[in-house]
């Protein structure tokens, strides 16, 4: 079979590039090219057992020593031989680990050109082989590093492993680095950079270090995951047919490797949360009282909880938490379909499939026609119709895109998050004045040292400044302080809460804040008081259920958690037994003030005395009326066919 156009055109690219360096060797120093080339092939054994495509959800940005290799060699040896150095590495790894031949060829090829094309940026940015000289080369090393970096993530992330483009900026920059360091070394001395080696297997042994406590701890859930599955004969082995389902679906739709990953996960630890669950309730026969369901409505979000305090799967924590809702709002917490993230969507029709087709104790197990027939039957209401009709297709050995349009195929494919985590917005640099004090600081030692006075005292300039503004926030910061402990003297918790807000608003508008009573079990609670608001409950409990663990002051949602751009902040609110009893949040369009934040986190013992004084188990998810217990029994799907 034919290797597809790009990837052939790859090889060939690659092959001209070894080609001129063949042709360029004659010209460069014989001890430096084998010198390189020995540590080409050393260091592509070394790192060939870790290289293997990962299937754990694991985030890592890899520093690799190869690339650092090729790099050095480039700054010595000039591009075209740089690049053959590349291939001589990859080539010679093939006899640790026999691989098919077009893979050599491409991971060759792709080296091969990143590794030429940085020589040419190098050199077109100034830079000189063979001469390296800090300061002077820094535009060069820069133009060599981003040149580098992203033609190696663009053919062999995005063209080979479909996965969105990810410079990974700093391991790159730690590459180019180590690279620059054993080039000065060999400039002096080929063998100067033997002192290197140390720092380099050290480097790698901590990468792996890591890597394998991810890799344990993933196994640890995974035999939680079995425990649960265990604990009930009907459900045996559940989250491993589940996780199978969203493996085969999500690479029938040729999603990203990571994001195929991602989901598999999710699938198999999507029932941690039924460790909270008695087991005579799961193998109860009959129908669930109120208790007995609200027990089970609960295991998501635990599930969830649990997930969220490990960060490299934490990801998959909101999926897991959703995968009993609904398209049409239906679902447990009655989140609606434009806020299910599609990994939730993958969970809820693989879930629901393999509990139609498994005996339980309350009903037989359908057969799995009847099964696909019902998804079908209610694509739309309970299903994602395009990842159902997906679903069923892939179930009975079709191609998705035979049932999909073109449309349809194309908004699931490019629909599918980032596997890496959401971060909060970052505050302007005037807002953090200590480390504009501390800059100029570090800024004028270093002027110092290069006896460049003026530029010293400028930079001691900026320091003071710094300092200044510094001393002026706190100074705002304590008389804010003030103002919000003054909104607590009111006689009612509900005025407690509107002067709060009020005293909040004179720094930073607000489009809405709410007032939460949290249950006692942590897993869940209910907006107790709301000034202007929307805010999506269902969203905002779950985002706090899986966050409310996390230890932080304050806690900062990103705009995947809630839907909603902007910044919204959760202040916890904690008894004397330093027990969670509430929250308080508060939603704007920008960040809050730097003083504003300061003056929350000092008073924030307070505020939960003041307004968290009583045990609040509030209505919680845990006291309201399951949906699946009002259902009409002859709705398969909805009443108990993809439950417990």
Known sequence: MRPPLPILGTILLGLAASAAGVWRLPSVSPA???????AAIVTELFEETARERMREPIEMERFQLAAAVNIAAVLLLGPWVGALVAVVGVVAAVALRPRALVDVLFRAAALATATAAAGLAFRIAGGETGQLKLLDDLIPLAALGLAYLTVRALLIEVLLARESFDPRLRSTVGEVAFGAAIALLALRHSWDVVVMVPLGLMAH???ANV???QRDTLRALETFANIVDERDPSTYRHSVRVAAYVDQLARALRLPFSDIDRLRWAGRLHDLGKVAVDSTVLRKPGR???AEWAAVRRHPRLSARLLQRFEFVAT?????????ERVDGRGYYGVRDQDLPLAAHFLIVADSYDAMTTDRPYRPGLPRDAALAEIERNLGTQFHPAVGKAFVAVQRGLDPSSVLTPEELADIQGAHASYRRATAPGRALRERPELLALGGVVGALVALAFDERWLAAGALAVAVTGGVLRLVARARSERLAAALRGALHASTRDAMFESFVER???SWPLEWAALVAWSDDGLGGNVELRLRGPADEPMLVGWLVREAESGADVIVASPADLSRDGVTLALPLRRETSQIAGFIVLAGHAAPPRPLELALRETLDELG?????????GRGDGDAEPVEAAADAGDLVVARLDER
């Open 32 to 38: 430096t090219a084998a010198l390189f080339a020995a």
């Open 504 to 506: 909040v608003e004179r």
């Open 288 to 290: 669930l009282d109120r």
């Open 609 to 617: 005395l003041a307004l968290a004084d009583r045990p609040s188990g």
């Open 205 to 207: 042994q901590a990468q």
């Open 316 to 324: 998959q924590a909101r999926a897991v938490e959703l995968h009993h």
């Open 211 to 213: 890597a394998r406590v």
